[in-house]
């Protein structure tokens, strides 16, 4: 993942390219045990942000946590998400994201 900020500041190196890279687990529960219906994703990961400021290289956790609704068709299953992420760095520094997706599962045909 690539951030570009528009505004400079010394800090954190924004108006500079930083670089964030992830490594995590992510896992999805059914409640309801049937095709289709409502679910609930959630991950926990380790992460790297690379500023060009003076902030230089952060290491943090993070953890992500969505819920949605997946329509069963023939050979897969069109989901439709909100989540929540984030990640916590030192200094007190943290990223806060909320994104909505839509997906396509397959997993009865793996």
């Known amino acids: 993942m690539y951030i570009d900020f528009s505004h400079g500041s010394a800090s954190i190196g924004r108006g500079q390219r ?3 890279w992830k490594l995590g687990l992510e896992g999805k ?3 309801f045990q049937g095709d289709g219906g409502l679910f609930i994703r959630w991950g926990i990961s380790k992460n790297r942000l690379k ?3 003076t ?3 952060l290491k943090g956790n993070g ?4 819920i949605g609704w997946e329509f ?3 050979i897969l299953g069109l989901a439709f998400e909100i989540a929540q992420r984030q990640i916590r760095f030192a200094n007190n520094f943290s990223i806060e994201t909320s994104s909505p997706s839509i997906g396509v599962h397959f997993y009865k045909h793996l």
């Open 29 to 31: 529960h059914d409640p």
């Open 18 to 20: 930083m670089e964030l």
């Open 55 to 57: 902030l230089g290289e």
């Open 63 to 66: 953890g992500y946590l969505g």
């Open 72 to 74: 069963p068709f023939e």
């Open 51 to 53: 500023t060009k400021g």
